[in-house]
């Protein structure tokens, strides 16, 4: 059988594994020792639709979209993943009441699992790969791909090379910057997305039960214009009952993220807010703009995340521990530094996110309270993003990538369903159904 080198075992490399296992003898190489990836280390939220996530409809008719969308929720759903949540009725009231305040509301069909089952289900996805064939590699590192004949014909490991006649790259957002020193040496054309740059919002639960009690919602997507840039800022990840977390974005960079749990539960409401930040010529990059903003606010908190009450920003002052006290919301991630995080952030973006969080306000009352907690950085590296053909080829035609790190998914689902489209490019080369059920 033809040899398969996927790099990260995250949801796109465990399901291009599990769409190529059987065909192909096939190799899994991820750095940590533990499946999952990012995904893994979030409170796995499970938004089962093409468009959300990533855009699936720009590799896939619309049709072929919905089918690997459905796919991967029927993995999921054989792993153990709840059957996902959607009482269209009561989501079409909170979509008019969005609409009435001037945002947006995305209904959608959603899951949950939590933070202490998640890893559960992503070992029992590895148990079903190596039973199908898939060897894994824990603990190393894929720090160099060697190429003759215009092809990719070793990954290196550790120093160990490993023969492949098709790679796929799936590092995550952590590995974007090994992506594109790849992308360099082997001069790969990329193209930069926008990047999401904000901060994670605390608040108690009472404030969003309404929403996600009420209509059903446990992660309320709200897509916002802000009336000073008509900057586009999204909500993302709401963590009900659950806690704000330190993420690593590799390289010594780091910033925060939210868990839920299904067995313990916080007094707060977490989520992510962001604002998309386009940028052009001469800085086209927005992975640098992004790790240069997370790199001067982890300075600025002395090397932990900056906690900043909203009713601080606002009065244009820092936070300190003394005036988080004074609050009724108590942060859940305690190891933190107490700032302003207007230090870090540029002014535009200051701006739109407490636009958003007054225009938010008009939905979920309290969010724009003097007692709201901010985090930062809260930044989504998924900027860079390789020219590809649409089954994730690159210009080396056994090379294919997938996930968030290569710039064309955002999220658990979307990662995983380009970790199939991969697969489906790979298995069209060989000749063989695109796509095995």
């Given at each position: 059988?033809k040899?398969?080198?996927v790099?990260?075992?995250?949801p796109a ?6 769409q190529l296992s059987g065909d ?5 190489v991820?750095?940590t020792?533990?499946?999952g990836?990012s ?6 939220k ?7 996530g990533?855009?699936l409809?720009?590799?896939l ?6 089918t690997?969308?459905g ?5 999921f759903?054989?792993?153990g993943v ?5 009482d269209?009725?009561?989501l ?12 947006k509301f995305i ?7 939590g933070?202490?089952v998640?890893?559960q289900?992503?070992?029992r ?5 190596e ?6 590699v824990f603990g ?5 791909l060697?190429?003759?004949g215009?092809k990719?014909?070793y990954?290196?490991?550790?120093g ?10 799936a590092?995550?957002?952590s ?7 790849v992308?360099?040496?082997?001069r790969l054309k990329?193209?930069?997305n926008?990047i999401?740059?904000?901060v994670r919002?605390?608040?108690?639960n009472?404030v969003?039960d309404?929403?996600?009690k009420?209509?059903?919602c ?11 840039y008509?900057d586009?800022?999204?909500t993302f990840c709401v963590?009900?009952a659950?806690?704000?977390?330190r ?13 839920s749990?299904?067995?313990?539960q ?8 962001l604002?998309r930040?386009?940028l052009?010529k001469?800085l ?6 992004g790790?240069?903003?997370?790199q001067?606010a982890?300075?600025?908190g ?7 009450r909203l009713g ?9 521990w003394?005036?988080l006290?004074?609050?009724?919301v ?6 933190v530094?107490?700032g302003?995080i207007?230090?870090?952030?540029p ?8 636009e958003g969080?007054e225009?938010?306000?008009k ?15 809260e930044?989504?590296?998924?900027a860079?993003?390789?020219?590809t053909?649409r089954r994730?080829r690159?210009?080396?035609?056994n090379?294919f990538?997938?996930?968030d790190?290569a710039?064309v998914?955002?999220g658990?689902?979307?990662?995983a369903s ?5 697969a489906?490019?790979i298995?069209?080369?060989?000749g063989?159904?695109p796509?095995?059920?």
């Amino acid at each position: 059988m033809k040899k398969v080198v996927v790099v990260g075992a995250g949801p796109a490399g465990l399901f291009a594994a599990h769409q190529l296992s059987g065909d192909f003898d096939v190799t899994v190489v991820e750095q940590t020792e533990f499946v999952g990836g990012s995904g893994l280390r979030s409170d796995g939220k499970f938004n089962f639709h093409p468009r959300v996530g990533g855009d699936l409809l720009e590799f896939l008719s619309e049709g072929e979209a919905w089918t690997v969308v459905g796919m991967v929720e029927n993995v999921f759903r054989e792993l153990g993943v709840e059957e996902p949540k959607f009482d269209g009725v009561r989501l079409s009231e909170l979509e008019a009441k969005a609409m009435k305040v001037g945002m947006k509301f995305i209904a959608i069909r959603q899951s949950h699992v939590g933070s202490d089952v998640l890893p559960q289900i992503m070992e029992r996805f590895k148990r079903r790969l190596e039973a199908s064939g898939v060897k894994f590699v824990f603990g190393k590192k894929v720090e160099d791909l060697e190429a003759s004949g215009g092809k990719i014909r070793y990954a290196v490991a550790d120093g160990e090379r490993i023969e492949c006649d098709y790679v796929v790259l799936a590092p995550g957002r952590s590995g974007s910057e090994w992506l594109r020193k790849v992308a360099e040496k082997f001069r790969l054309k990329l193209k930069f997305n926008p990047i999401d740059i904000g901060v994670r919002v605390e608040v108690r639960n009472e404030v969003m039960d309404e929403i996600i009690k009420g209509y059903g919602c446990w992660d309320p997507k709200f897509h916002i214009r802000t009336p000073s840039y008509d900057d586009f800022v999204r909500t993302f990840c709401v963590c009900p009952a659950g806690f704000v977390v330190r993420e690593s974005y590799g390289d010594s960079l780091f910033g925060v993220n939210g868990h839920s749990l299904k067995n313990s539960q916080s007094e707060n409401t977490n989520f992510a807010l962001l604002v998309r930040i386009s940028l052009t010529k001469p800085l086209e990059n927005t992975t640098d703009y992004g790790r240069r903003i997370a790199q001067l606010a982890n300075t600025l908190g002395g090397g932990k995340p900056i906690i900043q009450r909203l009713g601080d920003l606002k009065k244009f002052r820092r936070s300190t521990w003394d005036r988080l006290r004074r609050s009724y919301v108590e942060p859940t991630l305690k190891d933190v530094t107490p700032g302003d995080i207007a230090m870090a952030y540029p002014n535009r973006i200051l701006k739109d996110l407490v636009e958003g969080l007054e225009m938010l306000d008009k939905v979920a009352p309290g969010i724009n309270s003097e007692s709201t907690l901010l985090y930062a950085p809260e930044i989504k590296f998924y900027a860079m993003r390789f020219v590809t053909d649409r089954r994730l080829r690159t210009a080396i035609p056994n090379l294919f990538v997938a996930g968030d790190g290569a710039g064309v998914s955002r999220g658990i689902v979307g990662a995983a369903s380009t970790g199939i489209i991969a697969a489906m490019g790979i298995r069209e080369a060989e000749g063989l159904p695109p796509l095995r059920v």
